[in-house]
């Protein structure tokens, strides 16, 4: 079974509009780490944001919010004000247990384009 | 600002040859990852390390080897490499106390097998 699914192939936004990239998980630990990527076109890997599952409140850095919906086990990413470079690949990941000694698993990613 | 660095870049190599693909980083970091991804596709986890002396196999490790023998160098080796092998191989670290660091990757290698 997927452990990170996303479910958006491939997404389209104006510029300066919001989009929302959806993300589920699956796990059973009640201790676990989100994390979102992005990746240009020049393949590079650029971390955006993080999610603790104990965390009260949903993370934020500068324009990426996390919608972290525990009941759900969903975890959406939000790029408010989209700007043409935000064009990319965006990947979903997940750490279980809650320890900082497993490897990152991902999702399949969803290509986000912006319109001008 | 992460350092990381994968050398080559870019690969074009026939098949059966063996090859290393080169990996360091400078942030004393203990975890190390090899991660492999087709063109537009989900990562997938080869082989990663605790520390020095430490390596651990993931899903698609049937193939290749790494070593940890200093903390900032992880190689990753094919020993016969195949068509099949045709992909990007990213190297990743993380620091070793912190339960929500975040991988920091390199800029990949590359690689295509003819």
Request: a negative charge; hydrophobic letters at 30%.
């Amino acid at each position: 079974a997927q452990k990170i699914t996303q479910t958006q192939p491939g997404m389209f936004v104006q510029e300066k509009e919001a989009v929302t990239l959806d993300c589920t998980y699956d796990t059973s630990d009640q201790s676990y780490g989100l994390f979102w990527y992005k990746q240009p076109s020049s393949g590079e890997m650029i971390f955006l944001i993080y999610q603790g599952s104990y965390d009260e409140q949903n993370a934020t850095e500068g324009r990426y919010s996390l919608n972290f919906q525990k009941a759900r086990k969903s975890a959406n990413l939000v790029i408010s004000a989209s700007q043409l470079g935000d064009s990319a690949m965006y990947f979903c990941a997940m750490r279980e247990p809650y320890s900082g000694n497993t490897p990152l698993v991902f999702g399949k990613g969803t290509r986000l384009s912006v319109i001008a | 600002e992460a350092d990381i660095y994968q050398t080559p870049r870019y690969l074009v190599i026939g098949t059966g040859k063996k090859i290393t693909l080169e990996c360091s980083q400078t942030m004393g970091h203990d975890k190390m990852y090899w991660y492999q991804q087709d063109p537009g596709m989900e990562l997938h986890l080869i082989h990663y390390s605790y520390g020095v002396n430490s390596t651990e196999k993931g899903d698609l490790s049937s193939e290749s080897t790494v070593s940890r023998i200093r903390t900032e160098h992880f190689p990753l080796t094919l020993e016969s490499a195949r068509p099949s092998h045709t992909s990007q191989y990213l190297c990743a670290s993380s620091e070793g106390t912190s339960t929500n660091s975040p991988l920091h990757f390199g800029n990949g290698t590359r690689l295509t097998v003819t």
